[in-house]
């Protein structure tokens, strides 16, 4: 149980152009799912919290007009990188709670912008 | 924010070693978690603990929660080459909801 999947698991994009990555729970529901980022050798970095049916809380820093995110349903939350630039690529990973503290993370989204 | 001081860095061991590694913190943490995370792939969760004082295996890998709220260690015993990866911890701070991640463990095994 408590499987999380991403799509695309890799995505090369022009300059300029945006980028949907979706995150999905398979086998149970979750009204809160998280972004993270993750640049090559460093730890993950929150991005922001998404919240079934309410709007996604951003964590300092991050511009919410450029990474949108939408938690349509209790299984699915998207996160669009929006007129994307080189500076934007990275590994971007979803997590997922079940309801309780564990936190079960997606196989991650290599981004890849030229 | 919170930070969480993992270390070491990096290991280099022999296969048939145990290894050990830690994080502390200067706050109290009311939960620990250890996750792998294999290169191009998410973190998988290893090892949840609630309680201090908490002691919890998985197969070989061994986990606790400090008593005082401020550190985890995770031990890994008998390695074999898939242990390889990198190795973080993670908790929540206080009464936060969002997980904390320390910087990471790279763990290699050597045959």
């Known amino acids: 149980g408590a499987v999380v999947s991403q799509h695309p698991s890799r995505v090369i994009c022009k300059s300029g152009t945006s980028v949907k990555i979706e995150c999905r729970s398979l086998?149970?529901?979750?009204?809160?799912m998280f972004w993270y980022r993750q640049f090559p050798k460093q730890s993950l970095m929150l991005m922001a919290t998404s919240n079934e049916g309410s709007k996604a809380t951003y964590e300092q820093g991050v511009e919410k007009d450029k990474f949108l995110i939408n938690h349509a349903s209790l299984t699915l939350s998207t996160l669009t990188v929006t007129s994307a630039h080189p500076e934007d690529s990275s590994f971007y990973i979803c997590?997922?709670?079940?309801?309780?503290?564990?936190?079960?993370f997606g196989p991650g989204t290599r981004l890849t912008v030229t | 924010g919170q930070q969480l001081n993992q270390s070491p860095q990096s290991m280099f061991i022999q296969e048939g070693e145990d290894v050990s590694m830690n994080c502390t913190s200067s706050s109290i943490f009311n939960t620990w978690l250890w996750y792998k995370q294999d290169p191009g792939e998410g973190p998988v969760l290893l090892i949840a603990?609630?309680?201090?004082?908490e002691l919890t295996s998985n197969g070989r890998l061994t986990a606790q929660f400090g008593i005082t709220r401020k550190d985890s260690f995770l031990n890994i015993s008998a390695s074999i080459p898939s242990d390889v990866g990198i190795y973080f911890c993670a908790g929540y701070p206080g009464s936060a909801r969002q997980l904390t991640f320390g910087s990471g463990t790279q763990l290699t095994v050597l045959p």
């Open positions: 086998d149970f529901q979750a009204t809160t």
């Open positions: 603990l609630y309680k201090a004082g």
């Open positions: 997590s997922a709670n079940t309801g309780g503290i564990e936190q079960y």
